[in-house]
């Protein structure tokens, strides 16, 4: 549904020369119980063929009308999740991480990003970060419905029963030695950068790691000998660079590039769809950190 307002609704009274009416124009789809609503409310409102448009004569006319359309939009709201109730009961989902509430669903599992990113594409999610839930209204259970078999899967891989599971399996192997190599080396917030091809100084940029922000290039050349099993194709024209994460105000400040990055690149320019998740967790990170400021 649309409103414009008619060319004589302004503060200013209109002329008398013109002829003009104080007023508001409305138009939306017909439906016929929508049409007996809305005559129903506005006995006085006229249809213009000029304009295909409703006429609602008044000098607050527009502001009943914006009243009118959000009792419109809350009943269909109320419909909606009356139909994603009934859904529920009659095809329930039955599951530890998922509690029924008096205005939809509350959801609680372990941290998995592929949770969080499946939760955010469900309409009207939200996070609660003082209860540590997430709130789905009945509206949107079809998609929750959708998605919850690879919501459910990620949590249970999570869980930190499991997690401890798969560590104890993995020691010892080679993964296990390459992944705890890697965290080590990732630790010292270094990483190696062609020596003709090096990032600027204090801007976000995206390498292996994800979005950082190099603050010196030391010059030191790197060994590839020592790294190579932490950063396979190093070169003896390599050299160190040092980062830190970016902060939430920096990604904020950064224009995101319009092309994407060239194969096997190193390092580039951050698109909106790599900014977008890392605004969000650097949000939190500050967040979390003022949090125990006392």
Do not use: C
Request: positive net charge.
């Amino acid at each position: 549904m649309t409103e414009t307002k008619s060319p004589a609704d302004h503060d200013k009274a209109p002329s008398v020369q013109d002829g003009a009416k104080p007023g508001a124009d409305i138009s939306f789809p017909y439906d016929r119980m929508t049409v007996e609503q809305f005559r129903s409310r506005f006995p006085r409102a006229r249809w213009s063929d000029a304009r295909k448009a409703w006429f609602v004569p008044g000098r607050t006319a527009s502001r009943r009308i914006g009243r009118w359309l959000a009792e419109i939009e809350a009943e269909a709201d109320a419909h909606a999740d009356a139909k994603g109730r009934d859904a529920f009961v009659f095809d329930p989902i039955d599951s530890p991480y998922l509690e029924l509430g008096k205005a939809g669903f509350r959801i609680r599992t372990p941290y998995s990003k592929t949770v969080v990113d499946e939760l955010r594409e469900v309409p009207f999610s939200r996070w609660d970060g003082d209860l540590r839930i997430w709130h789905v209204p009945f509206r949107s259970y079809e998609e929750l419905r959708r998605r919850w078999s690879d919501i459910e899967a990620a949590a249970r891989r999570n869980e930190p029963e499991e997690r401890r599971r798969r560590a104890e399996e993995r020691k010892g192997t080679e993964q296990d030695i390459r992944s705890k190599l890697r965290s080590a080396e990732r630790k010292r917030h270094r990483y190696p950068l062609r020596s003709d091809d090096l990032p600027p100084i204090g801007r976000p940029v995206v390498i292996a790691y994800g979005i950082v922000v190099f603050t010196e290039i030391s010059g030191e050349l790197v060994d590839p000998d020592v790294v190579v099993d932490v950063y396979p194709g190093i070169t003896q024209d390599h050299v160190w660079g040092y980062w830190r994460p970016p902060t939430f105000e920096e990604l904020v400040r950064t224009w995101p590039a319009k092309m994407l990055p060239i194969q096997n690149a190193e390092w580039w320019l951050p698109t909106i769809e790599e900014l977008r998740p890392a605004r969000r967790t650097a949000r939190s990170r500050e967040a979390r950190k003022y949090a125990k400021t006392p």
